[in-house]
C-alpha cells in the first residue's frame, strides 16, 4: 500500500532545513553549491529588510524580515494516485525566479504586493508584459533568499507540506491558511491582477483638473480618499515647473504627498521607491539618473 502520511521525524528533519537551520541561497546565486535538486521536496522562501519594507508598504500590514512563504513541488496528486515529475531545480529555477505570475502562485502574489511600488504593467487576466517580469524577477534576486528540503516520497509529500505549513504560518502563504488581516489584504491585491485586464498599475481615478476645488479648502478635504491624476502624471506636472532640473525620488514623493492630488488607495503615503518604480516604467516621459529624475527634454517646457 502507498504512503500518503509524513511521520513526525520527516516533519522535524524538514523543520530544521527550511526554518530552524536553514541552507539560505540568495537569489541572485541560485542553485549555488547545492546538489539535491532533482527531487521532489519542500522550500522556504525569505526576504531582507528592504524587501519587507517594500512588502509592507504594498500590503499595508507589518511584514518582517525573514521566512514569509513555504511550499512544495512533485507531490502526488490524490486521489487519483497520479505521480508528478516537478523537481525543486525546475520549480525554483524556472518557474520562481525566471518565470511568469500564471505559472507561479509565490511569484504571483509577489505581484500582487510590489505592483505599485514596481510599476508592473497588467495586460490580461493574471498577466503581466514582459519588463514587469523582468523587473520583479530583478527584485528577488536583490531581496530574497531561498533554502530547500529534498523528500524524495512523493506520495506523502502534500501530506508534509500541510504539517509544515500549519507550524510555520507563513504570512504570504493564503491556501488553506488561518485567516489574517494580511491574507484577506492579499486575496484583495491579488484581484486586481487575476480579474482586470487594465494596463495600469493601480485602480485610479481620473477626475479633470478644472472641476477639482482648490487644494486645501474644506470641499478638497471631505473628497473621498481616491486619486484625482494618475501617479506619473503627478510627477510629469511636478517636474513640468522644475523646467530642466533634477529631482531625486524622495524629493518627489515628499511633493507628491504634500500636493495631495494623487493618493494611494490605502492612505498610506507615496514612497521614493514607488517613484523609482513608476518613472521606470515611462521611460519615454522621464531621464533617470541613479535616484534622480527629470522630463524628457522634448516634455519640460
Known amino acids: 500500500m502507498r504512503r500518503r502520511v509524513s511521520t513526525d521525524e520527516e516533519l522535524q528533519r524538514a523543520l530544521d532545513e527550511l526554518d530552524r537551520h536553514p541552507n539560505k541561497i540568495p537569489a541572485a546565486h541560485w542553485p549555488g553549491d547545492l546538489k539535491i535538486l532533482d527531487s521532489a521536496g519542500l522550500y522556504s522562501w525569505w526576504v531582507d529588510g528592504k524587501g519587507a519594507k517594500n512588502l509592507r508598504e504594498g500590503i499595508g500590514f507589518p ?61 490580461g487576466p493574471k498577466k503581466l508584459d514582459k519588463s514587469s517580469e523582468r523587473r520583479l524577477s530583478e527584485w528577488m534576486e536583490l531581496h530574497l533568499e531561498v533554502a530547500v528540503h529534498a523528500f524524495p516520497e512523493r506520495d506523502a509529500l502534500k501530506h508534509l507540506e500541510h504539517q509544515v505549513l500549519t507550524v510555520l504560518d507563513p504570512p504570504l502563504n493564503l491556501e488553506a491558511m488561518r485567516a489574517t488581516s494580511v491574507r484577506a489584504k492579499i486575496s484583495e491585491l491579488r484581484a486586481r491582477i487575476a480579474g482586470r485586464e487594465s494596463s495600469r498599475t493601480e485602480p485610479e481615478t481620473i477626475v479633470r483638473e478644472r472641476s477639482l476645488p482648490a487644494l486645501g479648502t474644506e470641499k478638497f478635504k471631505k473628497m473621498p480618499t481616491r486619486s484625482m491624476i494618475t501617479l506619473h502624471k503627478e510627477i510629469e506636472d511636478i517636474l513640468k515647473q522644475q523646467g530642466k532640473t533634477w529631482l531625486t525620488t524622495a524629493e518627489l514623493a515628499k511633493l507628491v504627498n504634500k500636493r495631495g492630488r494623487y493618493r494611494k488607495k490605502d492612505g498610506s503615503k507615496v514612497t521614493a521607491f514607488q517613484i523609482h518604480g513608476r518613472t521606470r516604467n515611462y521611460p519615454d516621459l522621464f531621464d533617470r539618473d541613479g535616484s534622480r529624475v527629470r522630463l524628457k527634454s522634448s516634455r519640460s517646457s
Request: net charge positive.
Open 63 to 123: 511584514i518582517k524580515a525573514g521566512r514569509i512563504y513555504a511550499g512544495q513541488t512533485g507531490a502526488t496528486s490524490w486521489p487519483s494516485g497520479r505521480l508528478r515529475a516537478a523537481t525543486l531545480s525546475r520549480r525554483i529555477g524556472r518557474n520562481h525566479l525566471r518565470g511568469r505570475i500564471r505559472g507561479s502562485t509565490f511569484r504571483f502574489t509577489l505581484a500582487a504586493c510590489l505592483l505599485d511600488a514596481l510599476g508592473l504593467k497588467i495586460v
